[in-house]
């Protein structure tokens, strides 16, 4: 059971907050390139760790993520003109660079001294965060300017746009709820088990359970035994809130956090050997997977709460599918949705198969307290970061889980292979 105080500790990611805090020193994904496709193009509303935003890239095709709030009137900048390498406030028309920095107030009466201008400039400076582009998306950094880290060499975003592909939608509940799904290793024989089977067959669960933590995050084994002995799956976590699946083929998600309850989840297939064929493609987008159709002109799920996720109760009775819901998208958030915005960690029994969530929770508040105490956060360092997940492998009977755990899911360097 997780104490109410340390649940609110993990899930509000505020500013000021110690997970929001925590957060803020990584490079975080704001939105996709495609969402900003010329200099000079409409602006786009973003809200990111309880921040309000507006996302734009300028006339030379810089972006800008800048604090949505016109520090005039509090009017707001995603009704502004993007134009002449700035965005322009339709109210008084004021205008902001993509650093933040006030360069014009065109209200102010033409006796104005110079002097008192640029003072006025200054003082209207907007909050704003720097911004790179990598594998087709759009990063900001919301830390500290001192401790801004290199940005994370992880292998999906090197690779070539053929090779990935990528989609997002909004859970409607907050980013640990996600995670935690992701490393329930029991929920995969039932959940997404397909049909009754999954019931019938429960030797599937596992019976072993690892959880090694690395200078990246942690990595999550669970063991079954089967007639030609333990099979294990490796899945990796990169911090903060990156998922690198023990799948085939190769996935990733990552939970980002929109606010306290609600979620960006990022799904995102890769291929690191060739492109997607048209039949790979095809198959994402059946949505029978990790990926979930949204709604036109919405990164809203169509299955959602409203509508009880389109659950198909006639297919569920029939035994052909365990839950009636469609794709393994749209089940994880069937669930941890139905939990409520947060849950309350306070009523929940765990069993013996839940011993990776323990561990993982602890992991969590123990990094919060190093990073309280003047630590570093795990999970900065790129060369680190050149890890991928694992299915189906065994592990060596003469070498501790902590030792060959780590060491199974590296890779190669870029360029090495």
Known sequence: MLSRA????????????????????YWIPVAFSHQLPKPDGPPLRVRLLCEDLVLFRDTQG????????????TASLFFGRNEESGLRCVYHGIKFDVDGNCVDIPCLPPQTPAAHIEALKRQMRLTAYPCIERGRLIWAYMGPPEHKPAFADLEWIGLPPEQRFETRHIQECNWLQGVEGGYDATHLTFLHG?????????????????????????????????????????????MP???????????????????????????????????????????ETSWNGIHAETLPGSERAIAN?????????????????????KGFGIQDCAIQESMGPIADRTREHLLATDVAITKIRRLFLDTLKSVAAGGEPPGLDPAELRVRSVPRCALPDDVPPEVSLPRLVRIAPVGAR
């Open 241 to 283: 809130f990156h998922k690198i699946i023990s799948s085939v083929p190769h996935a990733a998600h990552m939970w980002v956090p929109i606010d306290d309850e609600h979620t960006m989840l990022y799904s995102i297939n890769f291929n690191p050997e060739r492109a997607f064929t048209p039949e790979d493609l095809a198959r």
């Open 62 to 73: 810089r972006i800008g993520l800048v604090d949505e709030r016109c520090p005039h009137r």
């Open 6 to 25: 340390d649940n609110e500790r993990l899930t509000r990611v505020g500013p000021g907050t110690p997970m929001g805090e925590l957060m803020r020193r």
């Open 194 to 238: 397909g049909g009754t089977s999954g019931v019938r067959n429960r030797h599937v669960v596992p019976s072993r359970y690892e959880v090694v933590a690395t200078n990246f995050g942690f990595v999550v084994g669970t063991g079954r035994e089967l007639d030609a002995g333990m099979e294990w799956n490796l899945n990796v976590f990169i």
């Open 305 to 325: 709460k409203d509508n009880d996720y389109l659950i198909d109760r006639a297919l569920q009775a029939s035994g052909e599918s365990y839950t009636g819901l």
